[in-house]
Each structure stands twice: as structure tokens, then as C-alpha cells.
């Protein structure tokens, strides 16, 4: 560690806040609040924000509700008791242009101690008004001969992240002495190779100007080189996870020209895009090969994903392994289900669905466990105990980013060193998925089948409600078919603004939509009786399905044609783009109706983006600007919010640049060997190290 060769005259990085003069155990105890506990963590406290105090204000020109920094000789102080054992301090100061008056609640002693007539000091503060402009606890700091060492005003100031009892004056006073003690004891981090080719200062400098900067552009680019920093280590730790991954030559090396993979060619009704091409030749190399497959294929709803999954479940079948497809909900596992066994079942696979409400579990784990089944689907219960498999070579799982980190750790420690295959619509920017899906690799379907319309998308005010139901009622005529999304099931006492799905239903059913055949499915119905409604809804023996969100992810009925969402800024942005991508999965032109009227600014602006925009991609790009990356499910499980420093959004350049440099660092130097990657190294072990 760096400690045990520093100068032993120097103070240690690790030594407790507690051992500086005026931090006492009380004190302590606050810090660690701010996760200070010893000296590195001092100095890592890095600055939230800054104020600019460098424009010195003449005290003739302030105006009201600035906030301005005077420069003043004291005139005159004195000690003011108020009422109880209150006290103030009230000052008066004056500069070339005039004099003002400075007050500090509170604080009387001032006028005896520190603000002696003759005394110059800056004061930093907003501007009110009592007997003319005044400062009503300002933030100062008196003159001393040295004016390099001012901290709190006068200069670029320092906001910390803060808590009670602990102030940004204290923070600033013995941050600045630790740069002079303790800093010295700091190695340099960084190859001098990637601080030369960023441009980044050295550690000691970076960490000066972070803390006290000349100008707020110096402090920018300190901050930036400890956010890559950070973002280095996070990519470094991720791949040589991949690394070892790679190197362990354990996983098994699937068959990729046998009869079912051929078979399936064969009875597609359809040519495969471009893009699926090149996804299945890369996940079927994965497979052929000796390590472990860890991809994850990235697409738009209605891109064909599942198309791809299906070529990799018959090259697995060939060589008599099992698949396992893992999907997050029940209605989404039936559908996958009914699919591959209508693809599946005429090459001799058998396919069979495991729920957790399922009668019947036994005698199917039973056959699980023999290996009668090739291709088991299923929700979370495949994690159960009970499920073991026979030959387990290939994991599925759909729409990923619902499920934890830890769940999907679970599946794949169910078959050793089985290939994993990860999809989903989620389109987080490229560069985000980088980090989020970790050591996986990712591949990108960027193009629909052909022949694929965009969905029309049009918020309907409730004068055109009317028209839109006679509109269904053509649609269903014509043999197309619509969904009808409701927020809630049924009425809610708190929500009684919003539409539930079985009034609705009822309501419509025997009103504007009556003669038409409609169905109800929802999350409390038993799997049977969902799995009987999505059939007759894709056999086109309903014409109107009215529905909750269950219907959200994956479902795919390609004569569909019309989406009605009540209440729509009911949802987000992305469950509101999944919902659309419901329709317009066929050659008919789809459209996508937007009801009620949104309650907020947010709402609204949500409905207007929805309606501008088609590409998943784009929307996401529009949902992370409204709402900030923390709402990404999935990437708070992925551990990210630990960064302290970097903003994957803000910083979404500097991942990118981090991300290759550690590509080359590892190329290099798998294991981080090289004397001057040693304190990456000792960073990537320790992460709590960096404290960053
Ligand atoms: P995803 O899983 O990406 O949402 P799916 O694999 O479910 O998409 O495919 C959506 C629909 O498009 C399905 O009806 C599927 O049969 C159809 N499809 C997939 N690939 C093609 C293709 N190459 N040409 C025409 N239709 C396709
Ligand atoms: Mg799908």
C-alpha cells in the first residue's frame, strides 16, 4: 500500500480525521456521516459546487437581492443582547465608494473579537435591506498579510456536500491545511502516458485545484480528470471480469450446423434482415466456441430478438443441450411459449412452460431433470430449487434489465459454464450499456423486418373519443385488431381520476365498441385463462383486448393495429413506447391513441415526445434528460450509483475514453503487471481507496 513507503515524517493517508487539532470525537462522528473517515477521505471530499467571489462589489453598487463579495475596513462593531441570551453582532464597514452595515445573528462576540475597528475583511453574502442595503450573516474572511491563503471568499470558493454540524468554513479550513500536510503522501495514480495523452493534471495539482482553483475552469478540469479516474478503475474491474471470463475455456462448444438449425432455416416464413444475419453468425460463434457466451443483443421492440434466440435454442438442441428462457412476466412466458413450440415442436423439440402458479410443477421437473425437454420457459420460478436440469448448455434471458443482477447470477449458476444470452428493448445509448451490462459483449439490431410502417401516434381529446371507437369498429371489420391499456383494474378510492380496466370494460362493451367480440386479460386471471385469452386474441377470434400494462413487454400479435392508452401520462416514458410497440408489427399501418389530460408539465411533455418520435433510442435519449439516469432500472442494481465523482450522463464522453483507454491498458498488460499500472492496480482492488 502507498502508505508503508511514505516519509514516515509525514502524516498517513489512512490515519483518522480524528487525530487533527479541533476534530474531536464528536466532530468525527459527523464526518463519517460524510463518509470522512480518515485523511485520503478528507481530501477526496471534493467540491459539490462553486461560488465565483472573486468580483470584489464597491459597496456603493450593490443592489438588492444580489449576491455580491465587499472588501471593508471595519468602522465600527458592537455586541447588541437581544431578548433571551440572543446576541448580534452588528458591524459597519466602509470602502472607497461608501459604508455599509454587516450583521451576524447570533453571534455578538464578533464585535469584541474578530472585528475590531481597523480590521479588513471580504464579506460575502446576499444583499437586503434594513436602513439601506446591508448583509445579514455574510460569509467572511478577515485580511491577513498572506493573501494566497484566503479560502472562504475574495476567490472560486468550494461548496461541499455537507451535514449538520459540520460547515463548509470548517471543511475548507482543514482541507486546505491536509493539502499542505497530508497530500504530499498521495502517489500519482495515473501513467504519466494517459495524464500526458488527456491532458490532465498531475494528482497533487488536480486535487489543489478540485479544492481552491484559480478559476472556475481550472477546477473543471481537475474534476475531470478524477471523474475519468473513477470511470478507468470501474472499466478496468469490468474487463478483467470479461478477461478471466474469456480465458476460462470451460463453456461448451455447441454444434452450429446440425438438422434442427438447418431445419428451422427451412421453415421460416420469412427471410431473415440483414441485421439478424449478423447478430445470429455472432452469437453462433460464441456458441461454437470453447468460453462462455456472455452477449447481449440490444433492439428495438418488434426487431426480432426472439428470432435470434430461437437459432441459438436449435444449435443448442443439436448438440442435445437444454435452453433455458427466462422471461419477467407470466403473460410474456406464455407467449414465448406458444411461439417456440409452434416453431419448435414440428423439429422435434419439446418445449414446455414452468410458471410459479403452476399445477403440475412436479411431473415437469421431473421431466426437466431427465432431459425430455429441450427448451423450458418460464419467469422467475426457473430459479426455484426443484429445477435441475438435465444438460443446461444455454440461458435465456428476455427484457433483462428486469431482473437484478443477482437473480441472473442465480440462473446461470444452474448451468456451470452454459452460454448466456441476454435481450432487450431497452435502448439505453451505447455507450451506457457499456457499463450497465458490464463484461458482456453487445450486439445491435438497428433495423426492422421489412415492410414495417411507424406507428402513428396522436393524443385524442374527448370530443374525438367517438370517432376513435367508430374508427375501431372499421379496424375490426377489416379483421384488425386493438388494444385498450387501462392504469389501474379496478376503481380505486384514491385514484379516482383514473380509468379502471373493468368498468371500462364493461362500460365499452355494452356501449360504443358493443358487437364487437373484446376480452379481458389482466395479472390476476390464472396463467390457463391468460394463456387462453392471448390465443384467442392472436387467432383473431377477439377484436378488442382490454388490458393492464401485462401486456407491456414482448407480445406480439401482428394483426394488431390499434393501441389506446387511457390516461396515458399515467406512465413513463419508456413503459409508454414499450405499450405502442405493442401494434404496427404487421404490414397495416398502426396508430397509437393517446388519452386524458395530463395533470403535469412532465406528463404533457412526455405525451409530446412519444408522439414526435419513433426510435426507441431517441425516446430514451429524451426520458434520460427528463428524469435523470437514476431511473434506468437496472443501472442502480449494476452498483453505478456508487460514483462519486463522474455523472454517466454528464460524463457519457469521458466513459467512452475511459473505456478504451482501459481496452489498451489490458490489452497490453492483462494483469496490471507493468510497474506504472501498479497503482491501478492497488485502485482496482481497493476501490474504496480512491474514495472518489
Ligand atoms: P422482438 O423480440 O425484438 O420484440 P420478435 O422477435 O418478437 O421481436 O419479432 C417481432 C415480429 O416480427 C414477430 O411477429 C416476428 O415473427 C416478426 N419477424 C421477426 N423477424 C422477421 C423478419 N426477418 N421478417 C419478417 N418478420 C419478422
Ligand atoms: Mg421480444
Redesign the pocket.
Known amino acids: 500500500m502507498a502508505d508503508q513507503e511514505t516519509d514516515s515524517a509525514l502524516p498517513r493517508l489512512n490515519d483518522s480525521v480524528a487525530l487533527l487539532p479541533g476534530i474531536g470525537p464528536k466532530r468525527a462522528a459527523l464526518l463519517s456521516k460524510l463518509g470522512i473517515v480518515t485523511l485520503r477521505d478528507l481530501l477526496f471530499h471534493l467540491p459539490r459546487a462553486y461560488e465565483d467571489r472573486r468580483t470584489i462589489t464597491p459597496i456603493d453598487s450593490v443592489e438588492e437581492g444580489q449576491t455580491v463579495t465587499i472588501l471593508g475596513e471595519v468602522v465600527s462593531a458592537r455586541n447588541v443582547r437581544l431578548r433571551g441570551r440572543m446576541s448580534l453582532a452588528a458591524v459597519t464597514v466602509r470602502d472607497d465608494s461608501g459604508r455599509m452595515n454587516v450583521t451576524f445573528f447570533g453571534r455578538g462576540f464578533l464585535a469584541n473579537t474578530t472585528f475590531r475597528p481597523g480590521v479588513r475583511a471580504f464579506f460575502t453574502g446576499e444583499v437586503g435591506a434594513y436602513n439601506g442595503p446591508c448583509l445579514k450573516n455574510p460569509e467572511y474572511e478577515t485580511m491577513t498579510g498572506d493573501d494566497e491563503d484566503r479560502l472562504h471568499t475574495g476567490r472560486v470558493v468550494p461548496l461541499y456536500p455537507l451535514t449538520e454540524g459540520v460547515s463548509h468554513r470548517q471543511l475548507r479550513r482543514w482541507i486546505h491545511a491536509e493539502l499542505d500536510r497530508t497530500a504530499p503522501a498521495l502517489k500519482e495514480t495515473l501513467p504519466a502516458s494517459l495524464l500526458e495523452a488527456h491532458g490532465f493534471p498531475p494528482i497533487h495539482d488536480a486535487l489543489r485545484r478540485v479544492h481552491f482553483p484559480e478559476d472556475p475552469a481550472e477546477a473543471q478540469a481537475a474534476r475531470t480528470r478524477f471523474a475519468y479516474e473513477e470511470l478507468l478503475a470501474m472499466q478496468l474491474a469490468i474487463l478483467q471480469g470479461r478477461v478471466t471470463r474469456l480465458a476460462e475455456e470451460k463453456g461448451y462448444r455447441h454444434r452450429i450446423n446440425g438438422p434442427v438449425l438447418k431445419g428451422l432455416g427451412k421453415a ?6 440483414p441485421a ?1 444475419d449478423r447478430v445470429i453468425s455472432e452469437v453462433l460463434a460464441d456458441m461454437a466456441s470453447p468460453r462462455p457466451m456472455a452477449r447481449l ?1 440490444q ?12 437459432h441459438a435454442m436449435a444449435a443448442a438442441a443439436d448438440g442435445g443441450y437444454q435452453t433455458a428462457l427466462m422471461a419477467p412476466t407470466e403473460v410474456l412466458a406464455e407467449q414465448h411459449h406458444l ?1 417456440l413450440r409452434d416453431l419448435l415442436a414440428p423439429l422435434g423439440l419439446n418445449v414446455a412452460l414452468l410458471t410459479g402458479t403452476m399445477r403440475g410443477a412436479k411431473a415437469l421437473h421431473a421431466s426437466v431433470a431427465r432431459g425430455g425437454i429441450h427448451v423450458l420457459v418460464g419467469t422467475q420460478a426457473l430459479f426455484q430449487e426443484a429445477t435441475l436440469f438435465h444438460r443446461l448448455g444455454l440461458v435465456i434471458v ?1 427484457e433483462q434489465h428486469r431482473f437484478g443482477v443477482l437473480q441472473r447470477e442465480r440462473l446461470v449458476a444452474k448451468g456451470a459454464h452454459a452460454d448466456v444470452l441476454h ?1 432487450t ?1 431497452t435502448p439505453i445509448p451505447r455507450t451506457l450499456a457499456i457499463t450497465v451490462y458490464g463484461g458482456m459483449d453487445v450486439s445491435v ?1 438497428d433495423a ?5 410502417l411507424p406507428v402513428k401516434t396522436r393524443r385524442i381529446p374527448p370530443s374525438k373519443v367517438a370517432g376513435m371507437y367508430d374508427y375501431i369498429r372499421r379496424e375490426a371489420e377489416a379483421g384488425r385488431q386493438t388494444y385498450i391499456i387501462c392504469p389501474l383494474i379496478e376503481e380505486s378510492e384514491t385514484r379516482d381520476d383514473l380509468t379502471a380496466l373493468l368498468s371500462h370494460y364493461e362500460a365499452l362493451s355494452d356501449g360504443p365498441l358493443a358487437g364487437l367480440r373484446t376480452a379481458l386479460l389482466h395479472g390476476r386471471l390464472d396463467p390457463g385463462e391468460k394463456e387462453d385469452i392471448m390465443r384467442s386474441f392472436k387467432a383473431g377470434r377477439v377484436d378488442v383486448l382490454f388490458s393492464t400494462t401485462v401486456i407491456e413487454v ?1 407480445v ?3 394483426a394488431a393495429t390499434t393501441m389506446v392508452i387511457e390516461d396515458a401520462a399515467q406512465f413513463g416514458l419508456t413503459q409508454l413506447h414499450q405499450l405502442r ?1 405493442r401494434v404496427g ?2 404490414k397495416d399501418q398502426a396508430h397509437c391513441f393517446l388519452l386524458g389530460k395530463p395533470k403535469t408539465k412532465d406528463g404533457a411533455k412526455r405525451l409530446d415526445i412519444l408522439c414526435r418520435h419513433d426510435s426507441g433510442f431517441e425516446i430514451a435519449e429524451a426520458d434520460l434528460e427528463m428524469r435523470g439516469p437514476g431511473e434506468f432500472r437496472g443501472v442502480r442494481q449494476a452498483g453505478l450509483s456508487d460514483l462519486r465523482v463522474a455523472d454517466l450522463i454528464r460524463d457519457v464522453r469521458l466513459l467512452d475514453r475511459a473505456r478504451r483507454d482501459a481496452e489498451a491498458i489490458l490489452q497490453a498488460d492483462p494483469r496490471l503487471e507493468d510497474p506504472t499500472h501498479r497503482m491501478l492496480k492497488e485502485t482496482g482492488e481497493h476501490p474504496d481507496h480512491l474514495r472518489l
Not at 421460416?268 to 434482415?273: N, R, S, V, Y
Not at 426492422?448 to 414495417?452: E, I, N, Q
Open positions: 421460416l416464413p420469412f427471410d431473415l434482415t439478424q443483443i433492439g428495438d421492440v418488434g426487431c426480432g430478438k426472439t428470432m435470434v434466440a430461437i411461439h428476455d435481450m428493448a439490431i426492422l423486418p421489412p415492410g414495417r414482448g406480439d400479435v401482428p410497440g408489427r404487421g
